[in-house]
């Protein structure tokens, strides 16, 4: 189990080193209508964890990522 939480700190340390810097303002409202969005990292291919199985998710799932010197937007 230690081996599979370092991967999964070394994979949250490459998100972070990854993200697009947010250019404009972004106001949370729950929609990504701002034109920031568009230069956002993209992360796509994730898989079923509870049970342990490691399939593939069985809903398309898509995680956009912007940082700025106030946080990450995710």
Do not use: C, H, R
Not at 11 to 31: K, M, N
Not at 34 to 43: D, H
Not at 53 to 63: C, F, G, R, Y
Not at 64 to 73: A, D, W
């Amino acid at each position: 189990m230690q081996g599979l939480a370092a991967a999964s700190v070394t994979s949250l340390l490459a998100v972070f080193s990854s993200t697009a810097a947010a250019l404009g303002a972004i106001e949370i409202d729950g929609t990504l209508d701002e034109e920031t969005w568009a230069s956002a990292a993209t992360y796509t291919g994730f898989f079923v964890t509870k049970p342990l199985s490691l399939e593939k998710a069985p809903e398309k799932t898509q995680v956009l990522v912007l940082q700025s010197e106030e946080g990450l937007y995710i």
